[in-house]
């Protein structure tokens, strides 16, 4: 049986051309990039055009490109980064409910450290309101940070208006692109970014690298002491092939994006009518069109997301119920939870996630399979209706004077 794989959200197979490039930079071409001999200057010349070419898919310049170990490091550093070098200006933070928890976690220990902390509430579709971030921001708030596209639902911000505003109050705005880049066109001066978090292995590179756009004149303090590698800012010995491969992989996926935006938008819409019109009681989770051309997420009426992964893998289809960063949680989605959906509801979840590889006639098998599977599960099922509550969580269910609008948090 052939499997398929519909969980590139989580992460993509290294393409085979990435890997050629990144092979002779593990026993040939292995110098540290700091050292100053031959092998040293090879190291760096490959690690320097790497940083140039990432650069000119930012739209950035190459120096206010910063390695890191992925989207998670990325995150912190640019909250972190830019929460304690600022603290002099201000001490307030916005973000919203639905980020990943690289993300979320970190505010929450910077609420710890003395920072408030507000999370912007979503609407039924996962959307932030520029008019709640207006009311929000105020002469202390020092960082905006908010995800330019959500990892489980795909909902994409309107990140270019976001940053306005944060600008406009004298804030910074950082967004986490991780799932965003090769998706759609990106560029950081046009969507009035100071700080953008990627990750390589969402785009068929290898897993633990990524990078940080830090805007020229945006002040941080680092997070990693060392050597003072990449200017300072992040300490710890490059890692060359890892760079090396997330550029080969920014160039090929680049290379065809318009293609396969095209070609991952008509399966995943082929995915998402199919299954809504096969599966009696499902529901699309996110906007309809305002997300990722990859993503496809549902929910369905009496089941358990878990078992529903654990079933199409026996039938050869990895899928997941959202971020792979939380599946081994109990704790009901709280993206889902954002948008509403009851606590019973959240947990019936299924998240479809493509990239370029994917072919049309897997969706095809995939809304063959899915139906039996689901009504296999339904009869084993025990639950049968549902109470009327929504979940909410810490981060997404504001509370008091500021219940319409967010919560802030202060510890």
């Known amino acids: 049986m052939e499997r398929i794989y519909f969980d590139n959200s989580a992460t993509t197979p290294v393409d085979p051309l990435v890997l050629k490039e990144m092979e002779p930079f593990f026993t040939q071409k292995f110098g540290n990039a700091s050292s100053l001999h031959s092998f040293g200057r090879e190291a760096y010349n490959a690690m320097e055009s790497s940083r140039e070419k990432i650069a000119r898919v930012m739209g ?131 969507d009035n970014i100071d700080l953008m978090s990627i990750s390589a292995h969402k785009f068929h590179g290898p897993k633990g690298v990524g990078a940080l756009y830090l805007k020229k004149g945006v002040k941080i303090r680092p997070i990693m002491y060392g050597g003072g590698h990449e200017k300072g800012h992040r300490s710890s010995t490059e890692n060359i092939s890892g760079i090396v491969g997330m550029s ?79 599946t081994r949680s109990l704790e009901p989605s709280h993206v889902l939870a954002a948008l509403g959906v009851r606590r019973e509801q959240s947990y019936g979840s299924l998240r479809i996630s493509l990239s370029r590889m994917n072919r049309p006639e897997e969706a095809e098998r995939l809304i063959e399979v899915l139906p039996g599977v689901v009504s296999k599960l339904r009869e084993m099922s025990p639950v049968k209706s549902y109470d009327t509550e929504p979940v909410a969580t810490s981060e997404t269910k504001p509370k008091g004077k500021e219940a319409d609008q967010c919560h802030t948090a202060k510890e």
């Open 248 to 326: 080969k992989a920014l160039e090929l996926t680049m290379a065809s994006m318009d293609q396969s935006i095209g070609s991952m938008t008509t399966i995943r819409d082929r995915i998402i009518d199919g299954v809504l019109s096969v599966v009696p009681r499902s529901y699309l989770n996110g906007h309809r069109t305002l997300r990722l051309c990859n993503n496809a997420h549902f929910r369905f009426d009496f089941i358990e997301g878990e078992s529903l992964v654990l079933q199409l893998d026996l039938e050869g289809i990895a899928a997941s119920t959202g971020s792979a960063c939380s």
């Open 60 to 190: 950035a310049r190459s120096k206010e490109v910063i390695f890191t170990s992925g989207g998670t490091e990325s995150d912190n550093l640019a909250i972190q980064g830019v929460a304690f070098a600022n603290r002099e200006k201000g001490d307030h933070i916005i973000t919203c409910g639905i980020e990943h928890h690289a993300v979320l976690n970190t505010c929450e220990f910077l609420a710890t450290q003395g920072f408030r902390v507000t999370y912007l509430p979503v609407d039924e579709w996962g959307l932030v309101s520029t008019e709640n971030l207006k009311e929000a921001i105020d002469r202390r708030t020092v960082l905006v940070s908010i995800m330019y596209a959500n990892n489980e639902i795909g909902s994409i911000q309107p990140i270019r208006e976001i940053g306005a505003i944060a600008h406009e109050n004298g804030a910074l705005f950082h967004t986490d692109a991780v799932q965003a880049i090769t998706k759609m066109p990106l560029d950081v001066v046009k």
